[in-house]
């Protein structure tokens, strides 16, 4: 297999993941939304877990960040369409700018709730906050570096920013494999989950940086093959 079909086999695979993941990532968003406005019930879990009385306490917080987390799943993926970006530059511009406004809220309340509704105790508290700081340094180089008209390396920042912020997707079913196939109660687990979760995404996001990065134009940005 050349190397070109390689590549677009791993295109296809990734962006079926990424897809996956977005959709989780606004069911769960939705869902959260409905519970808070007493539309739907929290179902019980096991083990213990009281898991959605932490978000109504802080309902305000809680949707500050989630509604938010829509617009971050829906516009993130369309940051990377080269179609979209090529035959609508103006969507897609006001597009990146919606995805920007809407990953600082992200941070930013991420770093507040790692604080106050951590389930995970401190071990989820640090992961969340190291994370966040990272999301957030990484989302101030991309926009760095687009006002300097140096797309290929906004390319670069602006990956790690969706990587980390799509990993929250992927921590819900970690999560769903320890309550399956752990005995730990969740205030043991969540911490554990998180940290694999953003640790993974990120990993896979310098994978894919270094990967690409011979065959990303250094004017444009754009993904040459």
Known sequence: MTEAKTKNRLIRILWIGVII?????????????????????????????????????????????????????????????????????????????????????????????????AIGGVNETSATALFAFVFLFSLYKSVLYNSRHEFASYREWMIRVFAIGLAIATVRPIVGMFFAFSKLLPQEFFGIAFWLGFTIHLIIAEVWINYTRKNTDQVTGKNLV
């Open 21 to 117: 993941l977005a959709l989780i990532g606004i069911a769960a968003a939705l869902r959260r939304i409905l519970l808070l406005q007493g539309l739907i019930k929290s179902p019980p879990y096991p083990r213990g877990g009281a898991f959605d009385s932490g978000f109504s306490r802080h309902p305000a917080l809680t949707l500050l960040h989630i509604i938010p987390g829509i617009f971050f799943m829906v516009c993130g993926p369309l940051q990377f369409s080269i179609k979209i970006r090529n035959r609508h530059p103006t969507f897609h511009t006001w597009c990146k700018w919606i995805f920007i406004v809407a990953s600082a809220q992200i941070g930013i309340t991420a770093l507040i709730m790692a604080f106050t509704m």
